[in-house]
């Protein structure tokens, strides 16, 4: 057992380091690594194989709402960056310039994409002419390109995978119905298919999109009581199409611009799955979203039979679940650490007594609960177990997420509950920009979202004591 | 009928001007469109649809194969390129140099990936210690940039999407097999997927891969009788390990440098689509790669029933095909025409005579083979027709390229079947380099491959008239 410990001991606990445990566990379980390129991650299979299966199922429901997939240029000249003024303020600070091609300068300098509205701008420009060319539902799945000064693994790097979908329509209401549509997308599977449970609002004017006129949000808490931005909604009004001219004819003959909508998910979502599921065990993955679901753990494997047995098993239950056989000649007990750190929901041991029992245990990742299943039943009750667990993993996190959301009335409540209770904040809002900076200048704690649903906390600001205008969620974020 | 007339006039004939001819579908059937991007193109709705049915396909056979998923930086810092001496010679002339960082010249310089030999090099340095981690079997789905000075669509452009597997293996012997392995996923794919029938062989040392002992090649021939390099599969021998320093610990425990293969097949396999199967008519998409492989068209739809019927068509075929119903308000024309240029392989036509008699009548793409089929035999009719074409098209892009290739056994007879009929020509060669290169310099034609299947045409080669010492395939080439 001295490799099990070996791999079990170099995981620092949550506890006592929660910054230290997530590196941990993110290497150990082999999700990524770092490269020779300072910002930039290797994502190794074991992650890559997690956003495989989280690509899948969103592009599946932006699909079911028909969205249609399009790959735009990696570049974007300066001057098509710089036609939005507020959308070049906020990103031209943290864009990579390609300024030789060949050993030749350019004439005119390329931003690595950072986002990619400008060049959706420009297409549509082009493919818009008439009412019948509206709506535009595109999305591309693709990296995109920030020079962060600080980086981590999956929640901030320079290069990034996403999906980013930019929409055209005829209407302010069809793009503001489309911007609140693909928000409730993102929650849903968030909720179903992550088990994290998610808060939905909108944005304040300071935290919304550069260019954008409103932005709404899913905010989910992390572990450790810090909130995590998981999917970001824009609605951009004709603000875009002002600047780049985009217009059609309606179906009066009359020229008008088009309503534009963009949003976006990133490869952040894994720290989020990390940070609200994990344990000091290392890493547990949702049922839906694990590569592989069962893992088959021979115990005794070179007497006879048991690799013969581990195998009929694993492919009587291959039709119905994602199911692999452990038979390295590691030990069992270093198996069951691997397993473990890997997130794998569901571990079955079968050795030669289990074998001569006609029975195998089945032990649950995140609970550790331990049944001895006869063979006959392994199927039906494996299926019975991934559903539990699928259900336990969001009700856990829904139920650490509430115990961790606090209500403020005073300044005074706001600052201490900030100081000794890591969690959500609600508390109300002047609506002034200036007040949100002080909070912010002051504790560090930003505003998270203005929740779709609002309650009436107190009739003044926490902050300035003027009459509130909003209920927030306050928190300290990645 | 006139905007049907207007959608078919615009098409360029393929004998009048196959470029022309190309480019004209590829727009009229919006796979792609220009940008503000000089050299950089838009893959629209209906190209990307295709690239991810072809991305889909062969990503289920690699993974039959034991390959897994990564993604790596799309950075490469400007020490890692220049590693391997050839490498670098081969792709520095046509990088694109990142040196700006927000607003901060870069202390490196880096390069956006023209293809990751390097980084891939750097990671496994790394990631491999002993013989148990090996063989490393990683694929990544990405875009690269190569600085090119004349693009074309999906044929060169100076960003493009592919895939690129790079395996690090113990043995000289394992790599060799990988390689050879990964050229017949590609040939098995082109045959049997978009029924393009291909060469294999292994590419001259002048056209090898830089960097590699050795690349192997699918080869096709395009309708006008220019070849298209299809994929292709190197093999490094240990050249990059001893450049990178990636060593491993045998069973033995002594320090071996692993051998490694990489190979990649990009968006040009469109372009091959393209080029093998079109018609004066547009695209003509194999069924198995066709996005929507049936599209039913309504007659006279604004009678009642009609375009009741064909959505019960629709839904009666939608669990085996990928089938659409077109109800905008077009004429049938127009929309006969527009889902020929799109390549779709059947069309149905149902109106209320068709209803009156219980029948449909059934057009196929390629051939126009016009039948009528009763409703209740139309599920089962629909498959054979999908197969037979399928097939057909197999056999007729065989028969079109073994009809256009010619031997050639002295100089007079290579540069007159190269001047009068376009295709490939099998010749014998004296393997000398520059005898090869003044074969190019002399009629433009290239050596394609030295096919697998050798054949002796003559002793001599056909160029310089020393001893022969391969047949090899020349041709002019995209």
């Known amino acids: 057992m001295a490799k099990d410990k070996k791999l079990v001991e170099q995981i620092t606990s949550m506890e006592e380091d929660f910054a230290q445990w997530y590196t941990d566990v993110v290497l ?131 290069e990034f995978l996403w999906q980013e979908g930019h929409t055209a329509h005829a209407t302010a209401e069809e793009a503001e119905e489309r911007t609140v549509q693909m928000l409730n997308v993102y929650a849903d599977f968030l909720e179903d298919y992550l088990a994290i449970p998610v808060i939905k609002g909108k944005k304040t004017d300071k935290e919304k ?29 004709d603000g875009f199409a002002r600047a780049f001219e985009i217009q059609y004819t309606d179906k009066d003959n009359k020229l008008q611009f088009v309503h534009q909508t963009s949003w976006g998910m990133t490869t952040r979502v894994i720290g989020a799955l990390i940070m609200v599921h994990g344990d000091d065990s290392g890493l547990v993955l949702t049922p839906k979203v694990a590569p592989v679901q069962v893992m088959i753990v021979p115990i005794m494997q070179k007497k006879e039979g048991v690799l013969d047995k581990a195998e009929e098993l694993r492919k009587s239950l291959a039709d119905k679940y994602r199911v692999k056989v452990d038979a390295s000649d590691k030990n069992p007990g270093f198996k069951f650490a691997e397993q473990e750190m890997r997130g794998i929901p569901l571990r079955v041991e079968v050795g030669p ?90 504790t560090g704690a930003t505003t998270r979202c203005m929740p779709f649903e609002q309650e009436t906390l107190s009739d003044v600001c926490v902050h300035c004591g003027k009459p509130a205008k909003k209920m927030v969620y306050f928190g300290r974020a990645y």
């Open 28 to 158: 150990k379980a082999e999700l990524i690594d770092y490269t020779s390129v300072k910002g930039c991650m290797v994502i190794k299979p074991a992650g890559f194989a997690i956003w495989e299966r989280i690509k899948n199922e969103l592009d599946a429901r932006f699909k079911a709402t028909g969205v249609e997939n399009v790959y735009l240029p990696m570049f974007i000249p300066e001057s098509l960056l710089q036609k939005e003024k507020d959308h070049v303020e906020g990103f031209a600070p943290e864009a990579a310039w390609v300024t030789l091609g060949g050993s030749n300068p350019l004439q005119e300098k390329l931003c690595v994409r950072p986002t990619s509205e400008t060049l959706f701008c420009d297409f549509y420009k082009k493919d818009v002419e008439s009412y019948r060319d509206l709506p535009k539902v595109y999305n591309q799945w693709c990296s995109v390109v920030r020079w962060e000064k600080e980086t981590r693994p999956f929640l901030r790097s320079r």
């Open 353 to 442: 007594k289990d074998i001569e029992a006609g029975q195998a245990v089945v032990v649950r990742r995140d609970t550790r609960e331990k049944v001895t299943v006869p063979f006959e039943e392994l199927d039906a009750k494996i299926g019975e177990m991934l559903d539990a667990m699928q259900k336990d993993m969001f009700e856990r996190a829904k139920a650490h997420r509430d115990s961790h959301t606090y209500t403020a009335t005073s300044w005074e409540e706001f600052t201490d509950t900030l100081e000794h209770k890591p969690g959500f904040i609600k508390a109300m809002w002047c609506g002034d920009e200036a007040c949100e900076t002080a909070i912010k200048d002051e």
């Open 209 to 237: 999109f550069a260019g954008a006129e409103a932005t709404y949000t899913v905010e989910a808490l992390m572990h450790d009581g810090k909130a995590l931005q998981s999917g970001t909604s824009h609605n951009f009004g």
